[in-house]
Structures are given as C-alpha cells and as structure tokens.
C-alpha cells in the first residue's frame, strides 16, 4: 500500500491561517495573533510559524511589519486569472462556482495549446478536463486543462465541481504552482463559447494559452482559457 506523504508543518500552519483568511474570519485590516500565539496554538517552533506567515505575505494575504504582527491584506480585488493565486482565490468561494463539462479523463497528446511536449509528456498521456466557471451566476471563464498523468494517483475520480485546482493539487499531492508563461489572444466567439457565455456571434473574447511551472520537475499544467470579460477586470503578475 502506498503511504501517504507528510505534509511539513509550516505548509500545514499556512494552509490552515490561508482558509481562516479567504473564509472571512480574518478580514482585511485584521492583526493575526502573534508569533508566539501561533506556536502555542499550532505546537510548532517560531521559525515554522515564519516559513508559513512568509508565504502568505509572497502570496499577497498578509503583509508583516516588524514590531507590529501580521496585517491582513485580504483577498485579492477582481478576478486573479492571470494571477497564480487562481480564479477560487481571488474571487472567493461564494462568489465563483465551476460546473465540470467534461471530467478528468485520460487521453493521448501531441501538443499542448501551441506549447511544445517532451517525449516524456508525450508517452504519458495526459489528464484532459473541461470546466465552465460563473461569477454571480455569469459565465465569465470557459476553461480547458490538460497536465501529464504522472504519478497523480485518482485524480480522475476527484470531484472538481466548485473546486480549485491548485488547492487539489497542493493539498492532495503536494505540487505547488511556481510560475509559466502565457499568450493572450484577442478572438470573438465561435459557436461553442456563444452557447457557453450566452452572446453573439461577433462578442470579443480574450484567450490565454498557459504553461504553469509546478514545483514537481518536469510536471507542467497546461490551460486554454477563454474569458468574457464585460464586467470585470483582469489582473495579476505571471
């Protein structure tokens, strides 16, 4: 029987200050309790508790000032897509649902949105889904992703609907996103994203095609994502 890994303890103090945060127990303008209060609480040593405030702070939740604690930031403004923080992040839970129009399957691949595979990618297939996301009810996001099936043990009898991908794959597989690159396209939409989106023929849609570095060697997650961006703003560092 495979065995589980165990997840460090700073990852699990940052998991657990990360989902007080985006679930609305700590807003923003909030003091988080101090170093020494984290320790007790979660029995872990003062640099633990650093690793994972240090986190939060690089991923923009916090922001710590010395002699005074931990600010809370709150969740980031807008829609994150172009953010590594993801859609589910930004935007919160409450707002964002995901309706999975094809579930994870397993396919073969040559090419990944216009991104070159390494033979590696290639004989391994991939894991191949697609997901429709609305925000306050609108379909906003139109999303394809594929990522190679390598050692990503049950991933297709996951259930996505209204989940985050990254939070899958951070909490259940220990793989972190580290960076990528994207191309954006400006496009208008074809007869599938006019049913997806509910608009016309000539309605202006932005594309990305994204390589998503993780911190597995070798692992990448590629997307294709069509946005109908009339009511909000995108934004975000990549």
């Given amino acids: ?59 923009g939740y916090i922001v710590r000032y010395q002699g005074k604690g931990s ?5 980031p403004k807008g829609i994150g897509i172009l953010s590594l923080t993801g859609t589910t992040s930004a935007i919160g839970k409450d707002n964002l649902q995901t309706h999975i129009i094809v ?12 991104f070159q595979l ?3 990618e290639i004989e391994s297939g991939c894991i191949y889904m697609e997901r429709l996301r609305f925000v306050n009810n609108k379909p906003v996001f139109f999303d394809i992703t594929m990522i190679a099936n390598i050692n990503l043990p049950r ?19 220990q793989i ?24 016309n023929a000539s309605h202006p849609v932005l594309q990305l095609n994204r390589k998503i570095e993780t911190s597995r060697t070798g692992l990448f997650i590629y997307s294709q994502v069509f946005c109908n961006s009339d009511e909000y703003v995108l934004y975000g560092t990549f």
């Fill in 103 to 114: 579930k994870p399957i397993i396919h073969n691949w040559k090419e990944a949105f216009t």
């Fill in 71 to 75: 600010i809370v930031k709150g969740i």
């Fill in 1 to 59: 029987m495979k065995v589980e890994p165990s997840i460090p303890q700073h990852r699990k103090v940052y998991e657990i200050i990360r989902a007080h945060i985006t679930e609305g127990l700590f807003v923003e303008g909030d003091l988080l309790p101090s170093e020494n209060d984290l320790c007790t609480v979660h029995k872990v040593t003062r640099p633990t508790v650093r690793k994972a405030l240090d986190r939060l702070a690089n991923e």
């Fill in 155 to 173: 991933f297709t009898s996951r259930n996505f609907e209204n989940k985050s991908l990254f939070d899958v794959l951070r909490k259940h597989y």
């Fill in 176 to 199: 972190e996103v580290k960076g990528g690159e994207q191309k954006l396209l400006a496009i208008t939409a074809d007869e599938r994203l006019q049913k997806y989106f509910k608009v």
């Fill in 118 to 120: 390494t033979n590696r």
